[in-house]
């Protein structure tokens, strides 16, 4: 253990929100708060955003029990950003700014919680620190619904995401075929360029029942084999829901979102709307059946009453980690998660601590080993790597038989 | 109490599916199955086409912890059906056909499970029986999430799409206020031409933060005082979250969501698309900002996760009602609720009979006296009066984390 470093901290959110940032925060803030070196705790106003404009929440301010509700509340309550630092070397104004506030402040310990975007942000401003002799200890908290950052087995807040993706399938599948007459139904869901969460629809067709077919951004979209596909089961069955990533794409890497022209309403007009709706009126155009089409939209990321328990313990530890290390001396890396099973096969969650610099900018994607020969669902495996993740019910504190969010003061620093 | 009536009865559920709606097949279900009365129990597929169609599934042959799993299976499980019958006066095929299957599995007992158009068709049921004299015991059991049916304090179903709506409402909010960039999201909600279900997002403002402004279908919208709402919201708070329901009309009663043209592309094409994306896009063409448009679409009928302990359990006994008052004699009525309070002031609900024949085709509307002033919320009255339905949250039955839903033999009768 080296040396203690006594000073402020600052933890940041950053990206797009999920149902358990809020939870690493929660790790994180307690950790500090109850570290005797940390002098004092604060949260950046939408990230670094907060950090340059001087706009930081005194957290050791806050009632404990309000800070405890921050376990389920969704969405980053400290609010977000997704500002895109200058590479130091071309514009240092911003990381000089940075170490001005973190002198300000006497910051010595720095904690940024998001993706990839994110992580590129934390090396930067790490290296910084480093190069001008600022002594700042410098850790990441991994954060995505996607699932897409490098040198984790698995990001806190993808399976909350999977879990509400998995539910709302069954329960859409239930709904889509009430009725004797045939019917097409697709479900839009998020992920530009990793399948994580459109192939996590296929838990609802394992444990009862679900998409027919499911199409990922990690294979090219053949618009024909996914008409052919639809009307096999149309004409086996009589209904059909499919799954699609919104980042499905042709051969030459365009969208089928963006290839507008593609489903034009009849008067070669281009439609506006999302994928759902768009492959929607391409099916009923080919086909001649009644179709819907059916975007997930936000709450597949802020729906936190479906929330997976184990990915709000995993998260909050995630954050108490960050923070563990730095105080251990560490610095300068990501807090990752290391999958094992124990000796009854049960799944276990260790952390590891990976640099900073290996994860930035690099995107994981599903194994194509995990994906069909027909390129329309996945395998077994991708099922028994998301299972595990999404177990769970967290109890959600509630008023009036509706959700009870944290409430924080958000008393700024002067 | 009447004489005995031994023979068969037929249950059927009609019209677009809830949450509760399995709740109430349940209620009846099993009550018919311990009635020593009733001879056998039949569950009609897809409503009264089941009947037609000679589709019956034997109720008797399913296991009962199966059956039991109905109270948490959104949708409806035999199937639903929007099977307009004719007038009997003008062509009585229909009935005719009916007559042959009520006597050919000795039919005594008719329960019908829907809303407005279903209690009609259950009335014409009903009167064609009277009128040539075949002994059967008709009574309708309410059903939907619109709201609307006439001569009952509240609809099952209703309850359950209103807490769903409520609490993703809540999340949404979380979600549209992450960033420090101004933003306006535009929320829509179910309900054709009454606007309970718009209303009750008022619930997630009124416990936490929701909708800024609601537009419901009673009142005509006018789009440029539409836009000066959110204008004045976003100017104040820069971020505004509106929700309408998708029956929103202008003052001829034109429907905004079929008023393409005052929403064009910039090029003069009409826009496809929800109500919400096109409203997105009149916000962004006029004030120039962010937008997103967010349809909850099917999940809010059928997501039964969020199902309100309230509204399961009075949908079922709604059920079970509608049998036991056939088996007292009563015959050719609705099961209804009556709202009362008990001398704490906690919320009782009582249950009546109604003919009938004063409930179909009569839609019931918000009162207008619960619509704020400037027709863009709603008073106190209204969450007085919905908050007490959806209180509760229900044990849902689970299997590796995820809705385990009944499974039916679906027994066919021969």
Redesign the interface.
Same mark, same amino acid.
């Given at each position: 253990m080296s040396e203690k470093l006594i000073g402020a901290c600052i933890f940041g959110q950053s990206g797009g929100?999920t149902s358990v940032i809020n939870a690493s925060a929660y790790g994180a803030i307690r950790a500090a708060l109850d570290a005797e070196e940390i002098t004092k705790v604060y949260g950046a106003?939408?990230g670094i955003?907060g950090v340059l404009d001087d706009k930081l929440y005194v957290m050791d301010e806050e009632d404990p029990e309000e800070l405890r509700l921050l376990l389920n509340?969704?969405?980053?309550?400290l609010?977000?950003?997704?500002y895109k630092i200058a590479d130091p070397d071309v514009d240092d104004t911003d990381y000089k700014r940075i170490l001005e506030i973190f002198k300000k402040y006497n910051v010595r310990y720095f904690f940024y919680n998001g993706g990839n975007d994110s992580m590129d942000t934390c090396n930067k401003i790490s290296k910084y620190m480093q190069k001008v002799g600022y002594e700042c200890r410098v850790n990441g908290v991994p954060k995505t619904i996607d699932n897409d950052l490098f040198g984790t087995d698995h990001c806190p807040g993808f399976a909350s995401a999977a879990?509400y993706i998995?539910?709302?399938c069954? *329960?859409?599948n239930?709904?889509? =075929?009430?009725?004797?007459t045939g019917m097409v139904t697709i479900i839009e869901i998020m992920g530009r360029h990793a399948g994580w969460l459109a192939g996590s629809a296929a838990?609802?067709t394992e444990?009862?029942s679900g998409p027919d077919l499911i199409y990922l951004p990690e294979t090219d979209f053949v618009m024909d084999d996914f008409l052919a596909d639809v009307k096999r089961v149309y004409d086996e069955t009589g209904k059909v829901l499919v799954a699609v990533s919104e980042g499905i794409h042709y051969a030459d890497g365009s969208f089928v979102s963006e290839a507008k022209t593609s489903a034009t309403?009849g008067f070669g007009?281009?439609?506006?709307?999302?994928l759902a709706?768009m492959l929607a009126?391409v099916v009923k155009n080919h086909m001649g059946c009644k179709v819907?089409g059916? *975007?997930l939209?936000?709450?597949q =990321?802020?729906?936190?009453?479906?929330a997976?328990a184990t990915d709000i313990q995993e998260a909050q530890a995630a954050g108490a980690q960050a923070v563990k290390a730095a105080l251990e001396g560490i610095t300068d890396k990501m807090v990752a998660f290391e999958r094992s099973y124990d000796e009854n096969g049960n799944y276990v969650c260790g952390m590891k601590l990976i640099p900073l610099s290996d994860v930035a900018n690099y995107e994981k994607k599903v194994p194509l080993e995990w994906i069909n020969e027909t390129k329309n669902g996945v395998k077994k495996e991708f099922i028994d790597y998301v299972?595990p993740l999404?177990?769970?019910?967290p109890e959600i504190p509630?008023?009036?038989?509706?959700?009870?969010?944290a409430r924080l003061k958000k008393v700024l620093a002067k």
């Amino acid at each position: 253990m080296s040396e203690k470093l006594i000073g402020a901290c600052i933890f940041g959110q950053s990206g797009g929100p999920t149902s358990v940032i809020n939870a690493s925060a929660y790790g994180a803030i307690r950790a500090a708060l109850d570290a005797e070196e940390i002098t004092k705790v604060y949260g950046a106003a939408h990230g670094i955003k907060g950090v340059l404009d001087d706009k930081l929440y005194v957290m050791d301010e806050e009632d404990p029990e309000e800070l405890r509700l921050l376990l389920n509340t969704p969405s980053s309550e400290l609010g977000s950003c997704r500002y895109k630092i200058a590479d130091p070397d071309v514009d240092d104004t911003d990381y000089k700014r940075i170490l001005e506030i973190f002198k300000k402040y006497n910051v010595r310990y720095f904690f940024y919680n998001g993706g990839n975007d994110s992580m590129d942000t934390c090396n930067k401003i790490s290296k910084y620190m480093q190069k001008v002799g600022y002594e700042c200890r410098v850790n990441g908290v991994p954060k995505t619904i996607d699932n897409d950052l490098f040198g984790t087995d698995h990001c806190p807040g993808f399976a909350s995401a999977a879990k509400y993706i998995a539910t709302s399938c069954m *329960e859409i599948n239930k709904d889509a =075929r009430v009725y004797d007459t045939g019917m097409v139904t697709i479900i839009e869901i998020m992920g530009r360029h990793a399948g994580w969460l459109a192939g996590s629809a296929a838990l609802a067709t394992e444990f009862g029942s679900g998409p027919d077919l499911i199409y990922l951004p990690e294979t090219d979209f053949v618009m024909d084999d996914f008409l052919a596909d639809v009307k096999r089961v149309y004409d086996e069955t009589g209904k059909v829901l499919v799954a699609v990533s919104e980042g499905i794409h042709y051969a030459d890497g365009s969208f089928v979102s963006e290839a507008k022209t593609s489903a034009t309403d009849g008067f070669g007009h281009a439609q506006l709307g999302g994928l759902a709706t768009m492959l929607a009126e391409v099916v009923k155009n080919h086909m001649g059946c009644k179709v819907r089409g059916v *975007e997930l939209s936000l709450l597949q =990321r802020c729906g936190a009453h479906l929330a997976s328990a184990t990915d709000i313990q995993e998260a909050q530890a995630a954050g108490a980690q960050a923070v563990k290390a730095a105080l251990e001396g560490i610095t300068d890396k990501m807090v990752a998660f290391e999958r094992s099973y124990d000796e009854n096969g049960n799944y276990v969650c260790g952390m590891k601590l990976i640099p900073l610099s290996d994860v930035a900018n690099y995107e994981k994607k599903v194994p194509l080993e995990w994906i069909n020969e027909t390129k329309n669902g996945v395998k077994k495996e991708f099922i028994d790597y998301v299972l595990p993740l999404i177990q769970g019910e967290p109890e959600i504190p509630r008023e009036c038989s509706l959700p009870r969010y944290a409430r924080l003061k958000k008393v700024l620093a002067k």
